[in-house]
């Protein structure tokens, strides 16, 4: 059990590129998470797969946002077109079925110049 | 709609002192609970959690919780705390699972804890 794994852990861009954000979940686990976290605030949901469905997504979750889980296996957050408002901790979990929580990466950092 | 509610942003301690932290919750049913403690530039780590049966429920670290459904509550205790505890707590809300796997949480705002030595 290696944990869960993000990649990077800090990304500073300027407004208006785009950024990718990679998560590697506990590797028999099927479903992952996405959460967003901003200074001062709990966790929000974004969006969740099961295995390489995505089965939820969060009204957070504008058009300029999009995930992927092509092989069930890591996940993909990108962001287009950042904005200052996008800058928080982007935190991705895991879990598997039949363990009721989640196992949390340590975050990537992003902060919009 | 699920909720979660942390009145304390903020709450000191003298190390060695017992401690509570505040939850309280809104949902229709069921709730499955968790208490999760995160440290400065980490992810969150799992405390505890809540679904059916023993309303007090232990978890790592020294730290219990215990269930009220008459008060929506799941607050968090320790009697005794140490300098390492000093971090942010969230208290989460999620359904029962489908597919034996848990779907999104709602997280509360968090409590900063502050451990005086």
């Known amino acids: 059990d290696t944990g869960v794994s993000q990649d990077p852990r800090h990304k500073i861009t300027k407004r208006g590129q785009n950024v990718t954000f990679r998560c590697d979940p506990i590797?028999?686990?099927?479903?992952l998470y996405w959460y967003r976290q901003t200074l001062g605030q709990g966790p929000e949901f974004l969006t969740y797969?099961?295995?390489?469905?995505?089965?939820?997504k969060s009204r957070l979750l504008s058009d300029r946002f999009s995930a992927e889980r092509p092989k069930g296996s890591f996940s993909t957050l990108e962001i287009q077109r950042t904005e200052q408002g996008d800058s928080a901790m982007y935190l991705c979990?895991?879990?598997?079925?039949?363990?009721?929580?989640?196992?949390f990466g340590s975050g990537t950092r992003l902060t919009v110049v | 709609a699920q909720s979660v509610t942390q009145p304390d942003i903020h709450i000191t301690v003298s190390e060695g002192a017992s401690l509570e932290l505040r939850c309280n919750y809104s949902?229709?049913?069921?709730?499955?609970l968790f208490w999760y403690v995160q440290s400065p530039g980490q992810g969150l780590q799992l405390l505890l959690k809540?679904?059916?049966?023993?309303?007090l429920v232990q978890g790592i670290k020294g730290f219990e919780a215990e269930f009220k459904r008459s008060q929506s509550s799941f607050n968090l205790r320790k009697p005794s705390v140490h300098w390492s505890d000093a971090a942010e707590y969230f208290c989460a809300v999620g359904s029962p699972p489908r597919g034996s796997t848990l779907g999104r949480l709602y997280f509360g705002r968090g409590t900063q804890l502050t451990v005086w030595p």
């Open positions: 809540y679904f059916s049966g023993d309303t």
């Open positions: 979990a895991s879990s598997r079925q039949g363990y009721y929580g989640y196992t």
């Open positions: 949902y229709g049913a069921t709730p499955y």
């Open positions: 590797s028999e686990h099927n479903r």
């Open positions: 797969f099961q295995n390489e469905a995505q089965l939820e």
